[in-house]
C-alpha cells in the first residue's frame, strides 16, 4: 500500500515569495491533515479535512496560509507572502475513518521549507 | 484545555540499557494516547496507541508503553536500546469527539551510545 505523498521534499524561498505543497493521502483515507513542525518541537496541526470540508482550520494563520481539498483527494497547501518565521516542515497526514478519534494517523516524509 | 508534556527534551543511553521516556497527559476526558517515532529527515512512524482495552500496549521495534489513569501518564519502555533506536519520540493524544485531532508533545531526542 502506497504511502502519503508529499512534494516538494525540499523549498528554499526568499522572504515575501510564495510557495505550494502537494499532498495525496493514502487511497480510501478521507481525512487529510496538514501539520508544521518548526525546529525542536512537536508538530502542530494547521488544518484538517474531511473529504473536501474543513473541520478545523483554527491555528491556520489565515491572512497568509491557505489550503483546499477540492475533490476530496489530494490537497495544496500554499503560503503567500513567506516570512522567516515559516521555516519548518510541513506535514501531511491521512486517516482513514471519519469522525471518530484513536484512528491511525499516517504521515508523510514531510516538506522542507527554509525562508531566507 | 488538553496538552501533553514530554519529561526531557534529551535522553542518552548507553546500548543494551533500559529506555525509558516520559509522558504526562491534561485531559477532562478519556484520551486515546501515542507515540510515534521520527528518524531524521523522515516523517513519523507510529509506534504504538492506547484506545481501550489492556492498558499495558506493545508496539514494533520492541517497545511498549502502560496507560496509567491514576498518574495521567502513558510512558514509553524499552529493555534493551540498540543503535537503531536513535530518533526523535513524539507523544500525542487525541480525544474522542475531537475529530481524530492529535496534540503533540515537544519530543524527546534519543541518543543511543555503545
Known amino acids: 500500500e502506497a504511502g502519503v505523498a508529499q512534494s516538494p521534499r525540499y523549498k528554499i524561498i526568499e522572504k515575501r515569495q510564495s510557495v505550494a505543497f502537494w499532498c495525496n493521502p493514502i487511497?480510501?483515507?478521507?481525512?487529510l491533515y496538514w501539520y508544521q513542525q518548526i525546529l525542536g518541537q512537536g508538530p502542530k496541526l494547521l488544518i484538517q479535512?474531511?473529504?473536501?470540508?474543513?473541520?478545523?482550520d483554527s491555528q491556520l494563520p489565515k491572512d497568509r496560509f491557505s489550503a483546499e481539498r477540492l475533490k476530496g483527494v489530494d490537497s495544496t497547501l500554499k503560503i503567500q507572502p513567506a516570512k522567516l518565521e515559516d521555516s519548518a516542515v510541513y506535514l501531511c497526514?491521512?486517516?482513514?475513518?471519519?469522525?471518530?478519534?484513536?484512528?491511525?494517523?499516517?504521515f508523510g516524509e514531510g516538506s522542507w521549507l527554509t525562508v531566507v | 484545555a488538553q496538552s501533553v508534556t514530554q519529561l526531557g527534551s534529551h535522553v542518552s543511553v548507553s546500548e543494551g540499557a533500559l529506555v525509558l521516556l516520559r509522558c504526562n497527559y491534561s485531559?477532562?476526558?478519556?484520551?486515546?494516547l501515542f507515540w510515534y517515532v521520527q528518524y531524521p529527515n523522515q516523517g513519523l512512524q507510529l509506534l504504538l496507541k492506547?484506545?481501550?482495552?489492556?492498558?499495558l500496549v506493545k508496539g514494533i521495534n520492541g517497545f511498549e508503553a502502560e496507560f496509567k489513569k491514576s498518574e495521567t501518564s502513558f510512558h514509553l519502555t524499552k529493555p534493551s536500546a540498540h543503535m537503531s533506536d536513535a530518533a526523535e519520540y513524539f507523544c500525542?493524544?487525541?480525544?474522542?469527539?475531537?475529530?481524530?485531532?492529535?496534540?503533540f508533545g515537544a519530543g524527546t531526542r534519543l541518543a543511543v551510545h555503545p
Open positions: 497526514a491521512s486517516s482513514y475513518l471519519t469522525g471518530r478519534s484513536g484512528n491511525t494517523i499516517y
Open positions: 485531559s477532562s476526558v478519556p484520551p486515546y
Open positions: 500525542a493524544v487525541s480525544f474522542s469527539g475531537g475529530y481524530n485531532k492529535l496534540i
Open positions: 479535512f474531511q473529504n473536501n470540508g474543513v473541520v478545523d
Open positions: 492506547y484506545t481501550t482495552g489492556a492498558t
Open positions: 487511497s480510501g483515507h478521507a481525512t
